[in-house]
């Protein structure tokens, strides 16, 4: 088995891609220690000192990294991620699924849904793919008051560029095809 690894835009997170399906659906950020159990790979992942987040995407896997080194590391991962999908474990504890409920609910007027929907579908075909190759992924949160707030996850969460790719990125595109956008804040 053959794992590519890719640089991100954040310092701290490295790409894997086993060469296979990772998550069949959706996608699931456990972003420290404590949510290691929903994932035998995510539970083995941790217990290698310095990892300090774990996001599967459709077929890579994101680690983010705290003050260890990447040489020091990267070895372990790779280990740790072969022996997992040549034993043919499961990716995901019996009764956990891909994005989890638990994730606080769209807030936006009812008189903003059809704007909302070409913000959504704006996000969906020309900023997730973009945020997916570099290990992450974005998700649409709310709209008020001309605002649009997003949700990143994997790498791009804590990454030094992602308020740059907000900004001029994602606000520029939103508000070129979406007037009622005036500017875009994560949460």
């Known amino acids: 088995m ?3 690894t890719e640089l991100t835009p954040n310092p701290a997170t490295l790409k894997f891609l086993p ?3 990772v998550m069949p659906d959706g996608t699931l ?20 000192p310095g990892v300090a987040g774990v996001y599967f995407g459709a077929d890579f896997i994101t680690v983010t990294k705290g003050a260890n080194d990447w040489p020091e590391l990267k070895p372990a991962i790779l280990g740790v991620i072969m022996e997992h999908f040549t034993s043919g474990a499961p990716l995901l504890a ?5 994005d989890p409920d638990d994730e606080p609910d ?9 704007t909302v929907e070409t913000i959504k579908e704006l996000i969906e075909t020309r900023v997730r793919p973009s945020v997916a190759g570099d290990g992450g992924d974005i998700k649409f949160r709310g709209f008020r008051d ?6 990143m996850k ?7 560029s992602s308020t740059a790719t907000l900004r001029h990125g994602i606000e520029n595109l939103l508000r070129h095809f979406v007037p009622a956008v005036q500017t875009v804040q994560s949460i």
Request: hydrophobic share 45%.
């Open 94 to 98: 019996e009764g956990v699924s891909a």
């Open 106 to 114: 769209e807030f936006f007027a009812a008189e903003d849904a059809e």
């Open 2 to 4: 053959f794992i590519e």
């Open 19 to 21: 060469g296979r399906q």
């Open 29 to 48: 950020d456990i972003p420290d220690a404590s949510g290691a159990a929903q994932s035998p790979l995510a539970a083995a992942l941790f217990e290698i």
């Open 154 to 160: 994997g790498s791009c969460s804590g990454c030094p």
């Open 146 to 151: 001309g605002t649009v707030y997003l949700a």
